[in-house]
């Protein structure tokens, strides 16, 4: 029997020659693992021995020879086959173990590997009579097969091909990816290459009778990998979505520069409460008062480190799902295990930025870049004789953000640095204002509100302005505007323009 070792992954290397070799099996290899093989004192064949042909172009060239694919790509089941391997004196080789150059982590011309995708994919074509190892956490389980039957079970062979086939699927995918990136970054490309790798189970879908997992894009890192989960239940597919949310809206809330600290809680993926303060303690309060009945249930998303002045207010505070925050005294750990048991409690790095999002639709997909802020708030426009005071600037730029990562329609009302009123996912703006402004109640007066389109007819700003509303920011953009800031005008309001920048979010 004969193995092809070529791997650029060491992992386990020497542990499974070893174990091959006290099998009875021939190893055969070349360039890198071959002198790993060699500095370990486990006896293989050199590639360019068996094959009578050195390597060349740099290493470029080592496997691509009829010997080594003849012995791979034989069908042992075709007399044709084995009457051609025995006349060019060809070996059969029975298991192929390889693993490819890791292009995502430095990607380069020199990095896109060809001798290695061909072997992986000949052996895998072939699992009926050779088995092919792509990943090192697998070499146990061929391991244990071989002594104990002296081969690889079918199910085993058809197993490994798969994740073979995936293997150099998700290796060819990005570099694909980069030469997209290389061509223009702005750019929706006409075909795109997603290979996604199961990181990890969860509890259950949206549904407990919906099944769910977390996968993320092969070759690339997630702050989601970096999550240490230090109790409450297993997470499901809801606790991720909507902690996902919380955790980047509470990195987007503070403004640039400035030391506040910020506390957002969120449920079904939009705010019902948000607040920016000097503290986390009095941003947790004032985040929870915005609206405490929607909190329950809900994601906490703590913009800083849990004290346990930090774990006692939210001790006392409804129950939540999921608390999320960069990290925690032990002392605060503790005392949310003992008064929160069922809550899951994360840790977690700092969100990457999301640059193109993805939406199935059946067998299509919808892809766009991803939303963000393009214009500074100091570059909007007042469109009304009526100005912001200084408090109201600092409020409008806090619901523009919290309403651009609302469920359209949205509306947001913020009043000096909490969020009072969120209207959320309605199909009319005027309902939207209206859901906010009930929940803000006397709290909406003097705050700012942010509207994520703008105002089709005045009747939206007017529920605002009737509910004490002094400022508000809108994209603009709308053939009425000038019926809208007439209102405003009527109403003694500010009105900014955005710029026409608007911020759905379906």
């Known amino acids: 029997m004969k193995a092809l070792l070529s791997v650029y992954d060491k992992t386990g290397l020497e542990e499974l020659a070893s174990g091959l070799s006290d099998l009875g099996w021939e190893l055969i290899s070349s360039g890198g693992t071959s002198s790993a093989l060699a500095s370990a004192g486990i006896a293989h064949v050199e590639v360019a021995e068996l094959t009578g042909a050195p390597e060349m172009l740099g290493g470029r060239v080592k496997t691509l020879h009829p010997v080594i694919h003849g012995g791979i790509l034989a069908d042992r089941s075709v007399p044709g086959h084995l009457a051609d391997i025995e006349s060019q004196g060809i070996g059969l080789i029975d298991l192929v173990v390889c693993n490819l150059y890791p292009f995502s982590s430095d990607p380069s011309i020199e990095l896109i590997d060809v001798g290695g995708p061909t072997m992986v994919r000949a052996a895998a074509k072939n699992h009926s ?40 699927a998700a290796y060819d995918g990005a570099i694909v990816g980069w030469f997209d990136r290389e061509a223009d970054t702005a750019m929706l490309p006409p075909t795109i290459h997603l290979t996604l790798e ?34 409450g239940k297993e997470l499901s597919y809801l606790n991720l979505f909507d902690a996902d949310a919380a955790w980047r809206l509470v990195h987007e809330l503070p403004a640039d520069g400035a030391s506040e600290v910020a506390v957002a809680i969120i449920k079904h993926a939009n705010a019902c409460g948000a607040s920016v303060a000097d503290d986390l303690v009095t941003a947790y309060q004032r985040a929870l008062e915005g609206d405490p009945l929607s909190a329950f249930g809900g994601v906490v998303a703590i913009g800083g480190r849990v004290t346990v002045a930090v774990a006692e207010a939210i001790g006392s505070g409804p129950q939540a799902d999921v608390i999320i925050a960069p990290s925690y005294d032990d002392e605060a750990l503790d005392l949310l295990s003992s008064k929160r048991k069922a809550t899951r409690l994360l840790s977690a790095p700092s969100p990457e930025p999301i640059v193109r999002q993805y939406r199935g639709m059946g067998s299509s997909v919808l892809v766009q870049d991803a939303d963000r802020f393009l214009l500074d708030p100091s570059t909007w426009e007042v469109a009304t004789k009526v100005q912001p005071t200084d408090s109201q600037w600092r409020d409008l730029a806090l619901a523009w953000k919290i309403c651009a990562r609302t469920t359209s329609n949205a509306i947001a009302i913020v009043n000096n640095g909490q969020a009072v009123g969120v209207g959320a996912g309605q199909s009319s703006r005027v309902v939207a204002a209206e859901i906010a402004s009930s929940k803000a109640g006397s709290r909406a007066q003097g705050g700012a509100a942010a509207s994520d389109a703008f105002f089709p007819f005045p009747d939206g700003l007017e529920v605002l302005a009737n509910a004490g509303v002094s400022a508000v920011v809108q994209p603009g953009g709308s053939i009425r505007d000038g019926e809208v800031i007439a209102a405003a005008e009527v109403a003694g309001i500010a009105v900014v323009m955005a710029g026409g920048e608007r911020h759905f979010r379906h």
């Open 129 to 168: 009579h050779v088995g092919v190892v792509v990943d090192p956490a697998d070499y146990d389980v061929v391991l244990a097969e071989l002594r104990e039957h002296g081969y690889l079970s079918d199910p085993t062979r058809r197993r490994l091909a798969r994740d073979a086939f995936a293997h150099t």
């Open 198 to 231: 199961r990181a990890g189970s969860l509890r259950y879908g949206e549904n407990p009778h919906q099944q769910g997992a977390r996968y993320r894009i092969a070759g690339e890192h997630s702050w989601w990998d970096d999550v240490v989960q230090h109790g």
